[in-house]
């Protein structure tokens, strides 16, 4: 029977023990033992399917990857210690000396740093793209390309690459597609329902949503996680903590309640910014005067709870102004995490993307005054009243 989401949530994937526990089992453990030397030797030649050491798999971090697979509609899925471990398992389980990698230029620093930095290092190359334009996927899909990189909502100018239009182009030369949704969550967002072949996430947001553990996850086709993925995570080892997988299984039970009502006060909270004296620009995929509104309707069922704004500041001032914003603040917490239940800020220039050179926070709209919130799940009367506050006591001198 094909289960509503709310009900995959709380049920799918489920390993109960003889015990016969309601709550999902934790099995903390580094190892497991065999009766005999006869099924050691069976269960590593894979003959017996059985679980030999955590760092190749674990009952609790399998029912987190069940649970993830079924919520994304992928066939299989493997969790990561981090977001960045996925990230970094994907190029480096796929790709080898003289590949090429075309990517959104939009990108999350570390992710950034992996396609400018580390890959070129391996004889990887790479070119970043404007990742909200077609015709730049075009031209750079005119030479082969074994990997496409791109996130959609991008961190954090909320921009949109269109998915199924960019999958299309990349079907012609079989390029692996590969997306990164973290801000979408799978709540809001399918990217394998466009044609995607790889989904990955960043558990610690959304999927804990709590702020507590670290943790990632890489969807995609059973083929690719068995022949790609699997032997790349039990040989190198980026493996995630059954502890963790655990507390990312809770995190799941709520994913879909959470999101529906921290996008309801991110939008409460772009209406507001929208009629404030005090802002220039506001990036949230679902407000009317987005620049992919549209496009962003037709790929997110919400908008999500990530929206980022310019405060109007004079040029010379606008760090200042922005750094005055942000320490006014009583209720919103400063802090580069997102996802949580708590209403979390960002001045993305000088942390997040701190590294990106001028050129590239100015082409990416990356701005002195600009801000990155991450609405959590406080009374959005008390969010918007603290951003008021906040804003006005920041005016003072202009
Ligand atoms: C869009 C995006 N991708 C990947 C990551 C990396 O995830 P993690 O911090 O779990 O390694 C982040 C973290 O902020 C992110 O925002």
């Not at 289960?3 to 489920?14: M, P, R, V």
């Not at 005999?36 to 399917?49: D, G, L, Q, V």
């Not at 990217?191 to 999927?207: C, L, N, Q, R, W």
């Not at 919103?332 to 949580?340: E, M, Q, Y």
Request: charged share 25%.
């Amino acid at each position: 029977m094909n289960k509503k989401i709310s009900t995959d949530l709380i049920h799918a994937g489920k390993i109960r023990t003889e015990f016969m526990e309601t709550s999902e089992p934790l099995f903390l453990t580094s190892g497991f033992v065999y009766n005999t030397a006869e099924e050691a030797e069976a269960s590593f030649k894979e003959k017996k399917k059985r679980f030999l050491y955590s760092r190749f798999g674990n009952p609790t971090i399998e029912i987190l990857q069940n649970k993830l697979a079924k919520l994304e509609g992928a066939e299989a899925c493997w969790a990561t210690s981090t977001g960045m471990a996925a990230v970094f398992t994907i190029f480096m389980s796929y790709l080898k000396k003289g590949d090429r990698v075309v990517a959104g230029r939009a990108l999350f620093g570390s992710c950034h740093h992996i396609l400018t930095s580390i890959l070129p290092r391996f004889g990887i190359e790479v070119e970043l793209i404007d990742g909200s334009d077609i015709e730049s996927w075009e031209k750079a899909l005119k030479k082969k390309t074994k990997l496409i990189f791109f996130e959609t909502p991008s961190n954090p100018c909320l921009e949109i690459v269109d998915i199924e239009n960019v999958v299309s182009l990349a079907k012609k030369q079989k390029t692996l597609v590969v997306v990164d949704n973290v801000f979408a969550t799978p709540i809001l967002q399918k990217p394998i329902e466009f044609g995607a072949d790889v989904v990955m996430y960043s558990a610690t947001k959304h999927i804990d949503g709590q702020g507590r553990v670290m943790g990632g996850a890489i969807l995609g086709k059973k083929k690719y996680c068995d022949e790609i993925i699997k032997p790349f995570i039990r040989n190198t080892g980026p493996s995630i903590s059954p502890f963790n997988a655990w507390v990312l299984i809770k995190g799941l039970d709520t994913l879909e309640l959470r999101i529906k009502k921290q996008s309801e006060n991110a939008k409460k909270v772009v209406n507001y910014l929208e009629k404030s004296e005090h802002i220039d620009k506001i990036y949230y995929p679902h407000y009317k005067n987005f620049n992919q509104f549209s496009l962003a309707k037709k790929q997110m069922k919400d908008g999500g709870n990530l929206l980022s704004f310019e405060i109007k500041a004079k040029k010379e001032k606008k760090k200042e102004k922005s750094f005055s914003f942000l320490n006014n603040l009583s209720l919103i917490n400063i802090s580069n995490n997102l996802g949580d239940t708590k209403s979390l800020i960002t001045h993305p220039e000088t942390t997040t993307h701190h590294r990106l050179s001028q050129m590239e926070k100015k082409v990416l709209g990356i701005n002195k005054n600009l801000i990155r919130i991450s609405v959590g799940l406080e009374d959005v009367d008390d969010i918007i009243s603290d951003i008021d506050k906040a804003l006005k006591k920041s005016m003072v001198n202009k």
